[in-house]
Each structure stands twice: as structure tokens, then as C-alpha cells.
């Protein structure tokens, strides 16, 4: 089989939140404040992890109740703690 002889084109990232939505979001907030080249994606990065600690310690809540099923109770005490941990 021959190879191409072309290169793969380069594809973009496709944004899950646009970047204008948070420049406007962040200025709202924090005016002094600018948005570096890839801070939408670190933003986006940033609630993934959140979300994946979320279900993480979740699932923990869960199966200490020795309860089968994720409930609503399990991640609001969740959030509670990853909260309170990355505070301090």
C-alpha cells in the first residue's frame, strides 16, 4: 500500500465554550482581568476535572450508603467537600 504524499491538515479544536462568551463572562466579573491565548481551553479543562472529581467522590458517597444507584443526596455532598477542598 503507498503512503500519501500529502500532510494531514492541521484541524481545530472545537471550543466548548466560545471564546467570547468568556471574555464578555469575565469581564463582567473581573474587569481588570485578561483572557491568555489558551484560556478557554484550560477553563475547559478545568470543569472536566471537576466533573470527573465530582463523580469520583460521588460514587464513594454511594457505595458507603450501600446504595446501588448514584443519588441526587450523594453528589450534593459531594460537591460539598471538593468545594470546601479547593477553597483552602
Known sequence: M???STA???RKVK???PRGFLKRA?????????????GDLLIHLNCLLFVHRLAEES?????ENKCGVIKKEH???A??????KSRG
Open 8 to 10: 494531514p491538515r492541521a
Open 59 to 63: 460514587r464513594i458517597n454511594a457505595c
Open 79 to 84: 460537591a460539598k467537600v471538593i468545594l470546601k
Open 26 to 38: 469575565l469581564k463582567l466579573r473581573k474587569p481588570h482581568l485578561r483572557l491568555e491565548t489558551n
Open 75 to 77: 453528589i450534593l455532598a
Open 2 to 4: 503507498a503512503f500519501s
Open 15 to 17: 471550543r466548548r465554550a
